[in-house]
């Protein structure tokens, strides 16, 4: 599969075109998830931001397409379709696998000497140069993997006993887990733009030190903060998420965006 080859459109599900835009968020999903988790962002956010929810093959609207199962040719295809949609500046939002998505896709952009995002929002993910300490699950057998499903509390009950529904959700949640278990961090000198870190005080799998460890990663101002919930607080505390985010935007869109106060 050329993911790069397929028109950029489908990438982005769910965004709201907004001609007063004069910055683009773009959202990246956690394993298994897709860019309906983004779906309404826009209305609790500046009327200026343009939100771009991104819809990684194999998933809602793009079940059909392959996903990926390693990292790299992922952040290759993202560096290329939404290199149209950079001509405004920009910001990465990430939960859990999409935080490592947004770190390095930076990173390949600057690889690249393209433009950078003004600012990283990482949410329910350790700093990436943190080893994990959960075992590898995408190879497991079947009903070993569903149970670990179970465990993540990631995905409804309804759905892990649904025989027709696992069937299509399976293979797009090995993958992802691969994408995630198949990451290996290399060390590049810090980024120059600011990252905002989330956690959940209730997650067992990311600690408030996992969080707080993200700020060696970046040259810029570094904030942390840490919201009700377990691993998927993104769900319960959107509104807390985007309060903060839309306080960060404000102060790095002051001294950048024409015309902002």
Same mark, same amino acid.
């Given at each position: 599969?050329?993911?790069?080859?397929?028109?950029?459109?489908?990438?982005?599900?769910?965004?709201?075109?907004?001609?007063?835009?004069?910055?683009?968020?773009?959202?990246?999903?956690?394993?298994?998830?897709?860019?309906?988790?983004?779906?309404?962002?826009?209305?609790?956010?500046?009327?200026?931001?343009?939100?771009?929810?991104?819809?990684?093959?194999?998933?809602?609207?793009?079940?059909?397409?392959?996903?990926?199962?390693?990292?790299?040719?992922?952040?290759?295809?993202?560096?290329?379709?939404?290199?149209?949609?950079? #001509?405004? *500046?920009?910001?990465? $939002? !990430?939960?859990?696998?999409?935080?490592? %998505?947004?770190? +390095?896709?930076?990173?390949?952009? @600057?690889?690249?000497?393209?433009?950078?995002?003004?600012?990283?929002?990482?949410?329910?993910?350790?700093?990436?140069?943190?080893?994990?300490?959960?075992?590898?699950?995408?190879?497991?057998?079947?009903?070993?993997?569903?149970?670990?499903?179970?465990?993540?509390?990631?995905?409804?009950?309804?759905?892990?006993?649904?025989?027709?529904?696992?069937?299509?959700?399976?293979?797009?949640?090995?993958?992802?887990?691969?994408?995630?278990?198949?990451?290996?961090?290399?060390?590049?000198?810090?980024? #120059?733009? *600011?990252?905002?870190? $989330? !956690?959940?005080?209730?997650?067992?799998? %990311?600690?408030? +030190?996992?969080?707080?460890?993200? @700020?060696?990663?970046?040259?810029?101002?570094?904030?942390?903060?840490?919201?009700?919930?377990?691993?998927?607080?993104?769900?319960?505390?959107?509104?807390?998420?985007?309060?903060?985010?839309?306080?960060?935007?404000?102060?790095?869109?002051?001294?950048?965006?024409?015309?902002?106060?």
């Amino acid at each position: 599969m050329k993911p790069s080859s397929q028109p950029s459109e489908r990438w982005l599900a769910y965004r709201e075109v907004n001609p007063r835009a004069r910055l683009r968020m773009f959202c990246f999903p956690y394993a298994g998830g897709g860019a309906s988790v983004y779906r309404g962002w826009a209305a609790l956010l500046p009327s200026d931001v343009e939100v771009c929810p991104v819809q990684l093959p194999g998933r809602e609207s793009r079940l059909r397409d392959q996903p990926f199962s390693s990292p790299e040719p992922m952040i290759d295809a993202l560096a290329e379709v939404l290199q149209p949609y950079m #001509d405004l *500046p920009f910001v990465f $939002f !990430g939960h859990s696998m999409g935080g490592m %998505i947004g770190f +390095e896709l930076s990173r390949e952009l @600057r690889r690249r000497g393209r433009k950078q995002p003004l600012f990283l929002f990482a949410s329910g993910r350790r700093a990436p140069h943190l080893p994990p300490r959960e075992e590898d699950i995408h190879t497991l057998p079947e009903p070993e993997f569903i149970a670990k499903l179970r465990e993540l509390n990631g995905t409804p009950e309804e759905v892990l006993q649904h025989a027709e529904l696992m069937k299509l959700l399976l293979p797009i949640l090995r993958a992802d887990f691969s994408v995630n278990e198949t990451y290996v961090y290399k060390e590049e000198e810090p980024l #120059d733009f *600011p990252i905002s870190a $989330f !956690g959940g005080l209730g997650d067992e799998e %990311i600690t408030r +030190e996992d969080v707080e460890a993200w @700020r060696q990663h970046t040259r810029g101002r570094f904030r942390m903060r840490m919201l009700p919930g377990d691993h998927f607080f993104i769900h319960g505390t959107k509104e807390l998420i985007l309060e903060a985010v839309a306080r960060d935007l404000a102060e790095v869109t002051a001294s950048v965006l024409p015309g902002a106060r």
